[in-house]
């Protein structure tokens, strides 16, 4: 029963209805293929432009391996444009990526997976892993924890001492002072979507929102940022949806440290955070203890854009996109 998804994610998107194109065999009526795009409001180079997220791209099986997804996407890129959705991002599945790259869309950069180990029970088993049989079995347990107590004690050690009072509250509702503030702190330059309180609340719903939680985060009891923490489905690892706060090194690396802390006081053993590689974020995800995962688990990011490579644009600028794990159709 999809009727839930439709109303809530096609139809009450504060930032435009979602719009689909459809394949339909002539001759028979049947419906064999279908893609659609779900509008985004995203800040390019500090205009607000009208993009979309890419999603729930389907061929019937009877209808495979005819082009049916490339002609609908090249049909959805026809379509876009000024007064009308612009162009659309996303992290696509292989086969469906195929089929956007004939359609003429671009691969812009790389949705990365990183992982910041929070307890000796997340490390330990991978020490384990990796370590020769005849060697593992001459290494007690009681050692083996204390070589991931001090692997955990290491990665502590970088954790950022934040200046000021923070508190960490988990965000019941977006409002007025969400608003001006996340005016006040939208990037100048590159990408980033909007994330404006109609959307926030859109998002996170106590029905949809499930195992996610926002939290604000204040500094001497003003705005500093908020972030989001999904429990994995295992609960034992926690997920970074979001992380929001001025686009700036330093402000970024205080997020990491207190979301870091709140996921360990949480009691999960691992916190992930899956993003594209916006600006000098690597260097500091890695100077937080965030360990890049292996390339097999990063995915392609794409743009399908009639003007893309436009000089007023930063669409094709690698690492001009600050693209997070709750930005993608969830």
């Given at each position: 029963d999809v009727t839930d998804r439709y109303e809530w994610f096609y139809r009450q998107n504060p930032h435009g209805k979602a719009v689909s194109w459809i394949a339909q065999d002539e001759a028979s009526g049947s419906v064999d293929a279908v893609t659609?795009?779900?509008?985004?409001?995203?800040?390019?180079?500090?205009?607000?432009?009208?993009?979309?997220?890419?999603?729930?791209?389907?061929?019937?099986?009877?209808?495979?391996?005819?082009?049916?997804?490339?002609?609908?996407?090249?049909?959805?890129?026809?379509?876009?444009?000024?007064?009308?959705?612009?162009?659309?991002?996303g992290v696509p599945l292989i086969h469906n990526l195929k089929a956007l790259l004939r359609a003429g869309t671009s691969e812009v950069s790389v949705f990365r997976r990183y992982v910041r180990p929070l307890?000796?029970?997340?490390?330990?088993p991978r020490i384990r892993?990796?370590?020769?049989?005849?060697?593992?079995?001459?290494?007690?347990?009681?050692?083996?924890?204390?070589v991931g107590d001090g692997a955990i004690a290491v990665l502590n050690r970088k954790d950022r001492r934040?200046?000021?009072?923070?508190?960490?509250?988990?965000?019941?509702?977006?409002?007025?002072?969400?608003?001006?503030?996340?005016?006040?702190?939208?990037?100048?330059?590159?990408?980033?979507?909007?994330?404006?309180?109609?959307?926030?609340?859109?998002?996170?719903?106590?029905e949809k929102r499930k195992n996610q939680t926002p939290y604000f985060v204040r500094r001497d009891g003003e705005l500093f940022g908020m972030f989001t923490l999904q429990s994995a489905s295992d609960g034992k690892d926690a997920i970074a949806v979001d992380v929001i706060c001025a686009h700036d090194d330093e402000r970024f690396r205080t997020m990491l440290s207190l979301?870091?802390?709140?996921?360990?006081?949480?009691?999960?053993?691992?916190?992930?955070?899956?993003?594209?590689?916006?600006?000098?974020?690597?260097?500091?995800?890695?100077?937080?203890?965030?360990?890049?995962?292996?390339?097999?688990?990063?995915?392609?990011?794409?743009?399908?854009?009639?003007?893309?490579?436009?000089?007023?644009?930063?669409?094709?600028?690698?690492?001009?996109?600050?693209?997070?794990?709750?930005d993608q159709d969830l």
């Open positions: 659609s795009v779900f509008p985004r409001r995203v800040h390019v180079d500090g205009v607000q432009r009208l993009g979309s997220i890419g999603g729930d791209a389907y061929v019937a099986p009877r209808a495979r391996r005819q082009g049916l997804a490339t002609r609908l996407h090249a049909a959805s890129r026809a379509d876009m444009g000024p007064g009308t959705i612009e162009f659309m991002y307890t000796r029970d997340f490390v330990t892993a990796r370590t020769p049989t005849w060697l593992e079995r001459a290494i007690p347990d009681t050692l083996m924890d204390r934040t200046e000021g009072a923070f508190a960490v509250d988990e965000a019941t509702e977006f409002g007025d002072e969400w608003d001006e503030w996340e005016a006040a702190n939208a990037p100048a330059t590159g990408v980033c979507c909007v994330r404006d309180s109609a959307y926030l609340s859109f998002s996170y719903t106590p979301m870091t802390g709140k996921a360990m006081g949480d009691g999960f053993q691992s916190l992930s955070l899956n993003m594209t590689p916006y600006r000098n974020l690597p260097t500091v995800l890695k100077d937080a203890g965030f360990i890049e995962r292996p390339v097999d688990e990063s995915s392609v990011f794409q743009v399908l854009s009639p003007d893309l490579g436009h000089p007023a644009t930063d669409l094709e600028q690698s690492e001009g996109w600050y693209f997070q794990h709750g």
